[in-house]
Structures are given as structure tokens and as C-alpha cells.
């Protein structure tokens, strides 16, 4: 399969060509010998198109992955599936006023909410073994009936964890009420490839949706994809895309998009029949060892609930990485560990002792301390009023009670415990205080509505 983008910068790096163009490093070996392939990193050319009107070799390679994927068309993005999120959401904006979507949707969603003006329609999650569940397709039909300002669903799947939305039935509830659905397949890339899971892919059922060619496609971070089915949606999907991303695209990334998808469409049955077969067998043999692993993942999500086996994850995440394995996320209960197509299903069988010698450890046993489960507070203003009061910030020992003036949340996975418009609980404050990384709090300080405080 021909690499568009890949080969055209294989070509220009064989020139030798002296450089009065952008980037300022001009692949000087000598000034900037840290980047071996900074030869690669250019700008717009006469030859290697534009991002923002394509009409050459971006064009033909983003043809290409559209033809691919099952889509109209796709757009690459080099800013990360949130530029793509965000030029979704800006694609229904107009056609009503509000968005139904799941409580766990990721900080950029509610982001793109208040830069747009779109006010969220916060869908329960409901919750097993400690990780948030997909909306239940009654609960999206009843925000339908409920609101007609409601224009359509955003589904985060699949998510974290490998939970994915009953798409099928969610698309046919969709139709019936004239409803858009929109995904942010960030982490399902790969499935469009797999054999056994490709209906599971969102392109099948989205009218718009985003994959993250980075998480699991052999591409580069922050490459990823937005995808149109729906033509009467590609008009303003365009002009988001156009909006939000960025005018300076890395070259490198761009190339590694069209990579991804194509080296996948070429070889991804075969590495992913080697690695499952190899991951299901690891999954049964742990299990047969009484190490509890979270069972509702539909994909190469791996997460290991050390929690449960009364083991602290942080002590767990301390011993592997004395034995080189970095897994992806610790949420406190959890560790996760990401695999992809690209994973070698002999690291499997390493990353399978490590896990069996760690839970042996009885230094770790009754090491486990339990973070406060999750409890949304009660919502007292809308998403979008509230951003609009003066606001203070107060440290979080006396966040209790008080109404979050603008979101805060932990990342990985970037997901809000706190929504703006809402009272702050104790059990919120508290995970937000035992977070190693959060967002939307500084100096262990969370902004709330000023008491007496006009807009």
C-alpha cells in the first residue's frame, strides 16, 4: 500500500534541499542533533499540500482512510482527538441547544460545551466493580422525550475501561426522534480491523465520530481522525475542522495518521489473531490464580483490580516499574494496562509473571486504602449559567457544600468529578484532594460560585 505522506517527505529529505521555509531547527544535524528525523518535520510546500484547503497528496491519503474507515470522508488531525471533538460538537450546535451525553465524557466534550454554548444533558452512569457504565439506551430515549432541545447523543465509547454503548440500539432510538449520534471513539481506533469486533467499531452507527489514531493505531501522539457519515453534516464539520485545528500541522504526524490506519488495514487481522489469542489465554490463567481483573472490557483494555485483592495499586505500580512495565492509568483501585495491535504477545507473558509476583508480595497484602467512591452533587444551576458568576477559588477542606463555579476532575482519565453548576460533596473533595493529577484545581484550591456574587 502506497504511504502519500510518507513518501513524499522521504523525498524531500533526499534532496538535501537548503531550507528557507518553517521550522526554525531547518534539520541542522549539528544545532539540533537530538531529532534524528527532523529532516521529515516541514511545513506547507508547493508539494506537500495544505491541511486547510487539501487538493494533493493530504487530500488523496485523507480519500484513501475515508474509503477505509466506511466514511464520506475523514479529516486528519494533529492536535489530539479534542480538536476533533470539538469540530464535532461545532458540526450540531446549531440544531439545538443541548447534548445528551455520559457523565464520564472526557474534559474536552464539557470544554467544547462552553466555547459553543451548548449546554449539557447529563446522562446517568451507573457503576460496577468501581468503574462508571455506559448510559442505558432508555435512559438516552427518555432525555429525548424529556427535552426537546436535546439534538443528539455523544457517546464515549469505548471508554477507559473498554466498556462499549449498545450502539445498535441507541442508533435506531436516534432515528426514530431525528436525533444526531455522535462518538468519541478516541480509544476504538483498532476495531475497524478486527475481525471478530468490527461491528463494534463506531463508524458503523455514528453519524460523526472521532478516532484516536494514536491510542491504538501504529501513529504518532496526538494524530487522530474525525469521521462524517452523515452528509448533511459534512458542510459544518468541515468548517469545525477548519476552526479548530491547527494552521501549522506536523508533517510527521500527518504521515503517521495515514500509516496507522493503512498498515492496519494491511496487517491488523493477523497481529490481532496472534495477540488476542495469546491475551485470552493470560486472562484465564490469572483468573485460575484468583487475580481479579475487570471483566466488562470489550477490548485491549487490560485492567487489573488490585483494589479487591486488598493490594495498595500505588505499591503495585511501584514494583512493576522496578521490572521496566509502565502501565497506562492507576485510578486508585485499578491499574491499566493498554495494549494495542502493536503489542508483542511475547511482553505478555513478562507483563503475566510481574502481575503473579506482585500479588505474592505479602509485604503488599492489606496494603489497599480505598479512595471515596464517586457521588455527583446536586445540580443547582445549569452548566452554562454557572460559568457565568463571579467566582473564588477555597481550598478543598472547605469545598464541601459550596457550588463549583467551572469543572474539576482527574486525569487520567480527564473525566469531571465535579461539573460547574453543581454542590461540591465530600466524597468528590476528597477524591479531588487524593488525586495525583487533577484538572481545575491549583494549590489544592477548587473555583466556586462567590456567595453574593452577581454574573
Known amino acids: ?67 477505509i474507515l466506511g466514511a464520506k470522508r475523514s479529516f486528519f488531525l494533529t492536535d489530539g482527538s479534542s480538536s476533533g471533538v470539538f469540530s ?48 442505558a439506551p432508555a435512559e438516552i430515549e427518555d432525555a429525548f422525550k424529556r427535552d426537546k432541545d436535546v439534538s443528539a447523543v455523544l457517546l464515549t465509547s469505548p471508554d477507559y475501561y ?20 455522535l462518538v468519541d471513539g478516541a480509544h476504538g481506533a483498532y476495531l475497524r480491523f478486527d475481525p471478530d469486533l468490527s461491528e ?7 453519524d460523526i465520530w472521532v478516532d484516536g489514531a494514536h491510542k491504538t493505531l501504529p501513529s504518532l501522539t496526538q494524530g487522530a481522525l474525525l469521521n462524517v457519515n452523515n452528509e448533511k453534516l459534512l458542510a459544518s464539520a468541515a468548517e469545525g475542522a ?31 489473531d496472534l495477540l488476542k489469542r495469546e491475551f485470552s489465554l493470560m ?27 486488598g493490594i495498595s495499586p500505588y505499591f503495585a505500580e511501584e514494583e512493576l516499574e522496578k521490572r521496566r512495565i509502565y502501565p497506562e492509568m492507576n485510578d486508585g483501585r485499578y491499574l491499566l494496562f493498554y495494549l494495542s495491535p502493536m503489542t508483542r504477545p511475547s511482553h505478555l507473558l513478562r507483563l503475566e509473571r510481574a502481575i503473579r509476583r506482585v500479588v505474592r508480595m505479602r509485604q503488599l497484602r492489606g496494603s489497599y486504602e480505598a479512595s471515596p467512591e464517586f457521588s455527583a452533587g446536586v445540580k443547582k444551576f445549569s452548566y452554562l449559567t454557572a460559568l457565568t458568576f463571579e467566582k473564588e477559588r477555597v481550598p478543598l477542606d472547605e469545598a464541601e457544600g459550596r457550588i463549583a463555579a467551572r469543572n474539576a476532575g482527574v486525569t487520567p482519565p480527564c473525566i469531571p468529578v465535579v461539573l460547574a453548576g453543581e454542590m461540591i460533596t465530600a466524597q468528590a473533595a476528597e477524591l479531588l484532594k487524593s488525586a495525583k493529577h487533577c484538572f481545575g484545581v491549583e494549590d489544592g484550591g477548587i473555583e466556586v460560585i462567590k456567595i453574593g456574587g452577581g454574573k
Do not use: W
Request: aromatic share 12%; glycine share 8%; proline share 4%.
Open 88 to 135: 464535532m460538537l461545532y458540526a450540531v450546535f446549531r440544531r439545538g441547544g443541548k447534548i445528551a451525553l455520559a457523565r464520564n465524557s472526557h474534559k474536552s466534550v464539557y470544554n467544547a460545551c462552553a466555547v459553543l454554548g451548548i449546554e449539557p444533558y447529563v446522562l446517568k452512569n451507573n457503576v460496577m466493580d468501581g468503574v462508571l457504565l455506559p448510559p
Open 200 to 206: 463494534l467499531y463506531a463508524g458503523n452507527y455514528a
Open 242 to 272: 477548519g476552526l479548530f485545528r491547527t494552521t501549522s500541522p506536523s508533517y510527521p504526524i500527518l504521515a503517521s495518521v495515514e500509516y496507522g490506519v493503512k498498515y492496519l488495514a494491511e496487517n491488523g487481522k493477523m497481529l490481532l
Open 283 to 309: 486472562k484465564m490463567r490469572l483468573k485460575k490464580r484468583g487475580i481479579r481483573i475487570y471483566g466488562e472490557s470489550k477490548t485491549l483494555q487490560f485492567s487489573v483490580d488490585f483494589g479487591a485483592m
Open 1 to 67: 500500500m502506497e504511504y502519500l505522506i510518507y513518501d513524499a517527505l522521504k523525498k524531500y529529505k533526499k534532496l538535501r534541499p537548503l531550507r528557507f521555509h518553517m521550522p526554525g531547527h531547518k534539520a541542522d544535524k549539528k544545532h539540533f542533533p537530538l531529532f534524528g528525523d527532523a529532516a521529515y518535520d516541514i511545513t506547507e510546500l508547493s508539494f506537500s499540500d495544505c491541511l486547510e484547503h487539501p487538493d494533493g497528496i493530504i487530500a488523496a491519503a485523507e480519500s484513501d482512510v475515508a474509503e
Open 162 to 181: 473498554g466498556n462499549i454503548s449498545d450502539y445498535a440500539a441507541i442508533r435506531k432510538i436516534c432515528d426514530r426522534y431525528g436525533k444526531y449520534l
